[in-house]
């Protein structure tokens, strides 16, 4: 069992950047992928951005390649989502996601795909 602690999230007007830090704690031992979704008022959850274990795989969806990057801190169980010049379309909740993944490598851009969930943190970008 893993629990996902999102943080980070707030108000920014447009241009500014927020950087969204999501800690793991429980059983470890394993490896987990590492995803960000976001869900705005009214639509599906979305995928953002996803990392692999090692960190040497990432993925960004294409709205936010350029102003987003995902990374990771395996000695402190933390993944991050620097996001630089935020628009008021990146207004969602933002969650972070977890998967067990043996191999290390991959990276998994389904919310399906995903097996822990954290319970979110709110992105505001105002115009």
């Known amino acids: 069992q893993v629990q996902l602690v999102e943080s980070g999230g707030g108000l920014v007007q447009a241009g500014g950047s927020l950087r969204l830090s999501c800690a793991a704690s429980g059983r470890n031992r394993r490896s987990y992928a590492m995803g960000w979704f976001r869900q705005a008022p009214g639509k599906e959850r979305e995928f953002v951005a996803a990392?692999?274990?090692?960190?040497?795989?990432?993925y960004l969806v294409d709205s936010v390649k350029g102003r987003f990057t995902i990374s990771r801190d395996n000695t402190k169980n933390t993944v991050y989502l620097q996001m630089n010049s935020l628009k008021p379309e990146d207004t969602a909740v933002y969650y972070c996601?977890?998967?067990?993944?043996?191999?290390?490598?991959?990276?998994?851009?389904?919310?399906?795909?995903?097996?822990?969930w954290g319970q979110g943190t709110q992105v505001t970008v105002s115009s």
């Open positions: 996601a977890a998967k067990k993944d043996y191999s290390g490598s991959y990276f998994y851009i389904s919310l399906r795909q995903y097996d822990y």
């Open positions: 990392i692999s274990w090692s960190g040497g795989s990432t």
